[in-house]
């Protein structure tokens, strides 16, 4: 397979249901909303329709196309301003886009609701289409039949929360479930229809969100969703879990800040001082770091914001961002604070309704599945939930990216480092939503 450059910085521009899922198609065109968010803040803008052959172009071109296939359908991109609520019920918006297939599909769309992966720039969003996550998401998804709909998050491009509740269940739930609302809301403008049908994905953070998603649904809002399938992608589902490892992930300095200060933020009881968590020189601007308005991932680290300039690994990134008193107690005190707030955020105990799939790459050296996705399957096995199976797609991971058809083993090798620097953001996407559409597709 040729090589897939699925991060480049520009891309193209221009059948079976479960327990309450239901089978009725019922069309969304002007159908009046449920609950009072997701309402439309402003009309909704279309910013390009990519052809099909625009896009198949450029899946030509980057290799994705050996996974997605050729494109169906045209795709409309069309910016989303909707009204939702923040962590503690704070009246507020978040924007989004909403990718409608058109051209020469004229057919009902299933809608999927898609939740990104974490994010550090402010001012991003996905109503973009030289964006590649949302380009993925047209390529994967839009130009195959599917409608999508993916939210910027609270906190983002055009939201104007004062801050992201990273990681937070419930508003990430909410955010996703206001995003269906605008997207039906918006169709009268847009044009097009929505079958009715409802599928959740996410990758990353989203893979968090949107298992949140389709919990939040499915308990709380079955008559309003017709959920037929949830597919939650490379997700940190067990957060407790994961602060008592004493590894530090790749991306340390990132994902933990990030986690601590919004946690501190929407519960106010990690750290009495925020000196009494972070070292200097980084406890004097971590709390209001992360959304950033002008730095991304590179320049984060690149202008000392956060450790990783040097080559530190993430051992020494997390030594030289955190008092190793606070990471003790987080690890050893079962009634620590910032424990506590992520066992809330654990997503155990649920019962999916509708067919659900858990995917990951056995490398991941980011959010582990041995961590993460092995815990909540195990969970559910436990209790015995029949339809939630899982996905390695490690193979196909290592097959296309390691030399020789293996992850590289030294450590301190340069192959070493771009393979797993390049696994989770990179490498395994691709192969994960591919898994995500053909359950889809059973039940689209």
Same mark, same amino acid.
């Given at each position: 397979?040729?090589?897939?450059?699925?991060?480049?910085?520009?891309?193209?521009?221009?059948?079976?249901?479960?327990?309450?899922?239901?089978?009725?198609?019922?069309?969304?065109?002007?159908?009046?909303?449920?609950?009072?968010?997701?309402?439309?803040?402003?009309?909704?803008?279309?910013?390009?329709?990519?052809?099909?052959?625009?896009?198949?172009?450029?899946?030509?071109?980057?290799?994705?196309?050996?996974?997605?296939?050729?494109?169906?359908?045209?795709?409309?991109?069309?910016?989303?301003?909707?009204?939702?609520?923040?962590?503690?019920?704070?009246?507020?918006?978040?924007?989004?886009?909403?990718?409608?297939?058109?051209?020469?599909?004229?057919?009902?769309?299933?809608?999927?609701?898609?939740?990104?992966?974490?994010?550090?720039?402010?001012?991003?969003?996905?109503?973009?289409?030289?964006?590649?996550?949302?380009?993925?998401?047209?390529?994967?998804?839009?130009?195959?039949?599917?409608?999508?709909?993916?939210?910027?998050?609270?906190?983002?491009?055009?939201?104007?929360?004062?801050?992201?509740?990273?990681?937070?269940?419930?508003?990430?739930?909410?955010?996703?479930?206001?995003?269906?609302?605008?997207?039906?809301?918006?169709?009268?403008?847009?044009?097009?229809?929505?079958?009715?049908?409802?599928?959740?994905?996410?990758?990353?953070?989203?893979?968090?969100?949107?298992?949140?998603?389709?919990?939040?649904?499915?308990?709380?809002?079955?008559?309003?969703?017709?959920?037929?399938?949830?597919?939650?992608?490379?997700?940190?589902?067990?957060?407790?879990?994961?602060?008592?490892?004493?590894?530090?992930?790749?991306?340390?300095?990132?994902?933990?800040?990030?986690?601590?200060?919004?946690?501190?933020?929407?519960?106010?009881?990690?750290?009495?001082?925020?000196?009494?968590?972070?070292?200097?020189?980084?406890?004097?601007?971590?709390?209001?770091?992360?959304?950033?308005?002008?730095?991304?991932?590179?320049? +984060?680290?690149?202008?000392?914001? +956060?450790?990783?300039?040097?080559?530190?690994?993430?051992?020494?990134?997390?030594?030289?961002?955190?008092?190793?008193?606070?990471?003790?107690?987080?690890?050893?005190?079962?009634?620590?604070?910032?424990?506590?707030?992520?066992?809330?955020?654990?997503?155990?105990?649920?019962?999916?309704?509708?067919?659900?799939?858990?995917?990951?790459?056995?490398?991941?050296?980011?959010?582990?599945?041995?961590?993460?996705?092995?815990?909540?399957?195990?969970?559910?096995?436990?209790?015995?939930?029949?339809?939630?199976?899982?996905?390695?797609?490690?193979?196909?991971?290592?097959?296309?990216?390691?030399?020789?058809?293996?992850?590289?083993?030294?450590?301190?090798?340069?192959?070493?480092?771009?393979?797993?620097?390049?696994?989770?953001?990179?490498?395994?996407?691709?192969?994960?939503?591919?898994?995500?559409?053909?359950?889809?597709?059973?039940?689209?």
């Amino acid at each position: 397979m040729k090589r897939m450059h699925f991060l480049m910085s520009a891309v193209a521009t221009a059948t079976l249901l479960v327990a309450c899922g239901g089978g009725n198609d019922r069309p969304f065109i002007g159908f009046p909303p449920v609950a009072t968010t997701g309402q439309l803040q402003e009309t909704p803008t279309t910013v390009a329709t990519l052809s099909a052959a625009q896009i198949d172009a450029s899946t030509q071109s980057s290799g994705l196309q050996a996974v997605s296939g050729k494109a169906k359908c045209d795709v409309k991109v069309v910016a989303l301003n909707y009204s939702t609520r923040g962590p503690k019920d704070e009246a507020t918006n978040a924007s989004g886009v909403l990718l409608m297939p058109t051209g020469a599909c004229t057919a009902s769309a299933p809608l999927v609701a898609y939740a990104k992966g974490t994010d550090v720039q402010k001012p991003r969003t996905l109503a973009n289409p030289q964006d590649p996550e949302t380009f993925l998401l047209v390529a994967m998804y839009a130009s195959q039949g599917y409608a999508v709909v993916a939210t910027d998050y609270l906190g983002f491009a055009k939201s104007s929360f004062p801050y992201h509740p990273y990681l937070h269940a419930d508003s990430e739930a909410r955010s996703v479930l206001d995003s269906i609302r605008a997207a039906r809301n918006a169709i009268a403008t847009t044009g097009g229809g929505l079958s009715g049908k409802v599928m959740f994905t996410g990758y990353s953070q989203g893979g968090h969100s949107s298992a949140a998603a389709q919990r939040a649904a499915e308990r709380d809002n079955a008559l309003e969703f017709n959920v037929v399938a949830g597919a939650h992608l490379a997700g940190p589902y067990n957060l407790s879990g994961s602060l008592k490892l004493t590894t530090a992930i790749a991306g340390y300095q990132f994902f933990v800040p990030f986690l601590v200060t919004s946690y501190q933020k929407v519960y106010g009881n990690v750290y009495a001082n925020v000196n009494d968590a972070f070292l200097p020189p980084y406890a004097a601007t971590i709390e209001n770091l992360l959304p950033n308005p002008t730095l991304n991932f590179t320049t +984060l680290v690149t202008t000392g914001a +956060l450790p990783g300039a040097k080559g530190e690994t993430p051992a020494q990134a997390r030594d030289a961002l955190f008092r190793p008193a606070f990471l003790a107690d987080v690890q050893t005190n079962p009634n620590n604070g910032l424990f506590l707030d992520a066992q809330k955020n654990d997503l155990f105990g649920w019962t999916p309704r509708a067919l659900t799939l858990l995917c990951g790459g056995a490398g991941d050296p980011t959010v582990p599945p041995a961590v993460h996705l092995a815990a909540l399957k195990a969970d559910f096995d436990a209790r015995r939930v029949l339809n939630v199976a899982t996905v390695d797609v490690d193979a196909k991971v290592q097959s296309t990216y390691g030399p020789g058809g293996k992850a590289p083993t030294d450590p301190a090798s340069a192959a070493y480092a771009t393979y797993f620097g390049a696994y989770h953001g990179t490498y395994e996407p691709p192969f994960c939503h591919a898994a995500a559409r053909q359950l889809f597709d059973k039940v689209s």
